[in-house]
């Protein structure tokens, strides 16, 4: 079982398909993905899912070469978020591809 199965779930069984093009198209940042708007929610996020969030990072570097450019300079709460919507934004855009 891949750990990033886990997170994938939860992105699938939370957002609607309108919900996850918002996501993918706007970015969390826009506000769109409710339940990941404050610290308090993606930090929650961050450490049930954390193995599941840097699977997903590290798959995402293999397939494009490039590291996430996510620093823990800004503090844990701010790295933490990025994490979460990171993987958010990546697990929508490929969850909408699917479908098209």
Known sequence: MSHSNQFVQFMANTYEADELREIAEHGCASG??????????T???????RDDLFEI?????????????IKLTDGFAQFANNVVWFCAELIAYEMIQGDE
């Open 57 to 69: 990072m590290e798959n995402w570097q293999d397939e494009t070469g490039e590291a996430p450019n």
């Open 32 to 41: 769109c993905a409710g339940g990941m708007i404050y610290y308090s929610e």
């Open 43 to 49: 930090i929650a996020l961050f450490d049930k899912y």
